[in-house]
């Protein structure tokens, strides 16, 4: 397989939903620590989200003055030596993420996460001085894309050039749909929390397509239900 394999792993309400209050609810916390607990056993290379969802969970809204940094024009991935462990890769089409550490640096955030090493993947769009911004701080960036992310070029990327062999996708609803619609999710791991959400809370794939999965694993922890599936075929 020209790619990692990848396992969409997400809390979920029961009436199918990702996103919104529902998450905050104690019910929910309690199926977050099972969600935490999942990821820290996987044992995968790393996990991936989107932009809104690095934002909400671990930037909070921080940017660089631009102004500060050069333009990099050399138009190639950037990549430093010392890459090593754990991997939170940042779907950031236009570079809007503001990071202050080139590794996860948030006490607040489940021990899964913490010391992450920040990967960025990046499209053409992106402003060039925050290509001399990420690598001022040394975080890695890979392009993939001219204005959309190719999540087939990037997962290549990641499993060719950086050795990811297994990744978690873990969310939002708008970056697993793109996932779906690529046809690249081998399995699908959920804590479902018994709760139901809003009417403008988002489904677990935004704008998702038609795809047979199997049932592979079904149990009750502490309250909710954690279920897998693999692909099918
Ligand atoms: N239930 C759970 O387990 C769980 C897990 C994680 C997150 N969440 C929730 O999910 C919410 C955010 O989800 P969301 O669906 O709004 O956003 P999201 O999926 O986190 O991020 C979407 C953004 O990522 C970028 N992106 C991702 N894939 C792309 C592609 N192939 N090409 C171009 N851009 C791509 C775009 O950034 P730009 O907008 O910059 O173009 C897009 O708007 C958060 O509130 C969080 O609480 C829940």
Redesign the pocket.
Known sequence: MNRPYIICH???SVDGK??GDF?STDASTAACEV?YEINRNRKANGFI??????E??FTGGYYPDLSEYKSVNHGKDFLPDDMTGFYAVA????G?LGWKSNRIEDPDSDPGYDGAQIIEVL?EQVDKRYLGYLESMEIPYIFA?ET????ELALSKLKNIIGCEALLL???????G?FQRADVIDELSLVIAPVTAEKDD?PLF?HGSMADFELTKAESINGNVVLNYKRKG
């Not at 779907?91 to 236009?94: G, I, L, R, S, T």
């Not at 959309?148 to 999540?151: A, D, K, L, N, Q």
């Not at 873990?170 to 697993?176: D, P, Q, R, T």
């Open positions: 997400m809390t979920m990702v996103t998450l969600y989200c989107g932009r809104v969802t690095m909400g969970s779907f950031d089409p236009k809007k499209t894309g959309e992310i190719s999540v873990e969310g939002g609803s708008i970056i697993n793109f988002k935004m």
